[in-house]
């Protein structure tokens, strides 16, 4: 099968890259590396360094004629959507426009769009599941829920299939480690560099953890099933900060203990999303449980980490 995945040099659309190659699959990749790095990109497939925003993406569609498009490509972090709305609404809106709007022209089957628990907002009851009312709390929240609607209208009025996966919070190595990124890279790099980590409020908050293996392998099974669906892609149980914080230590073999701070306004308590609903339309289940995730995660950093620390990483 032919496949263009957008966004594939950052943290998820990489790991789908590979496990399509690794299946056979004809792969080609368009960003433009404003968060994705080169050296995640795998070596067979084709790059293209360009903004989805931009009429080099339809040109890349035409050449390169894929069946199906899994679309990443966004500006996914949450802070810089409130700083910068316009700049959120305009990559996540317009430039997914822009990307079906050239599926249509070239004949793509299918698009499968990354979408975000975030767009659920605070939950009212737990587990979330697909049913549940759409109530973003942050400007990214609002981009990625417009861009499933247009998904749905280009649905209707065009030839283009659809489906949406709403991930929970995924976490793997390729992820970012800074301030902004996942808790567990955050966390993991801390622990690593002998650093203790900081939670904020108790660490009793729960999220929904899902490896990034098994996020990847719901986005190929969306390729050929799930047409016109939305679903939630996670583990379906909430697992708590001080848990994940526990887990990371005894797996870095690490003695320290995590920083306490206020929680931080607007955090959510309690977030996990149910997955009845996936499983049973993409033939799909999260395999990897999370002391698995997170050995596979630690073992692939810390191989990265003693790189970056024997190449002098500065003071
Ligand atoms: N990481 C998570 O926990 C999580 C949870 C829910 C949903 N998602 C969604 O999954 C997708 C991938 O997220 P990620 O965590 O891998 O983030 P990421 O930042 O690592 O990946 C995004 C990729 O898109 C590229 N990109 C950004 N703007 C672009 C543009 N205008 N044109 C071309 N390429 C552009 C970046 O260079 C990067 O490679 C996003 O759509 C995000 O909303 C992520």
């Known amino acids: 099968m032919r496949i263009l995945v957008t966004g594939g040099a950052g943290f998820i659309g990489s790991h789908i890259v590979d496990l399509l190659v690794e299946t056979g699959c004809r792969v080609s990749v368009a960003d433009n590396l404003s968060s994705g790095l080169f050296e995640n990109i795998n070596p067979r497939v084709n790059f293209y360094k360009i903004d989805i925003r931009d009429q080099a993406l339809a040109e890349a569609i035409a050449r390169e004629k894929p069946e199906a498009v899994i679309h990443l490509a966004a500006q996914a972090d949450v802070q810089r959507s409130l700083n910068d709305p316009p700049a959120d609404a305009s990559i996540n809106i317009l430039g997914t426009i822009n990307l079906l709007n050239a599926c249509a022209g070239y004949g793509v089957g299918k698009v499968v769009y990354a979408s975000t628990a975030a767009v659920y907002g605070n939950p009212t009851y737990l587990p979330v599941d697909e049913d549940h009312p759409a109530k973003p709390q942050s400007p990214y929240g609002v981009s990625k829920y417009t861009a499933e609607h247009y998904l749905r209208i280009y649905g209707e009025f065009s030839a283009v299939n659809y489906t949406v996966l709403r991930f929970a919070n995924v976490y793997g190595d390729r992820q970012d480690s800074s301030a902004e990124g996942g808790v567990v890279a955050i966390f993991a790099a801390k622990l690593l560099r002998g650093e203790s980590p900081c939670i904020f409020g108790d660490g009793e908050q729960t999220r929904d953890f899902i490896y990034v293996k098994d996020v990847a392998a719901a986005c190929r099974a969306a390729l050929r099933r799930g047409d016109s669906g939305t679903f939630n892609v996670s583990t379906g149980a909430g697992l708590s900060v001080n848990h994940l914080f526990r887990e990371l230590k005894k797996i870095t073999g690490s003695n320290l203990e995590p920083v306490y701070l206020p929680p931080r ?14 499983c049973a339309s993409l033939g799909w289940r999260p395999r990897y ?27």
Do not use: K, Q, W, Y
């Not at 607007?266 to 996936?278: K, M, P, Q, W």
């Not at 995730?293 to 003071?315: D, F, H, I, P």
């Open 265 to 278: 306004p607007g955090d959510i308590t309690h977030s996990f999303l149910a997955n009845e609903s996936a």
């Open 289 to 315: 449980s999370l002391a698995e995730g997170l050995r596979e995660t630690v073992a692939r950093m810390s191989g990265v980490l003693s790189g970056v620390l024997s190449g002098g990483r500065g003071c």
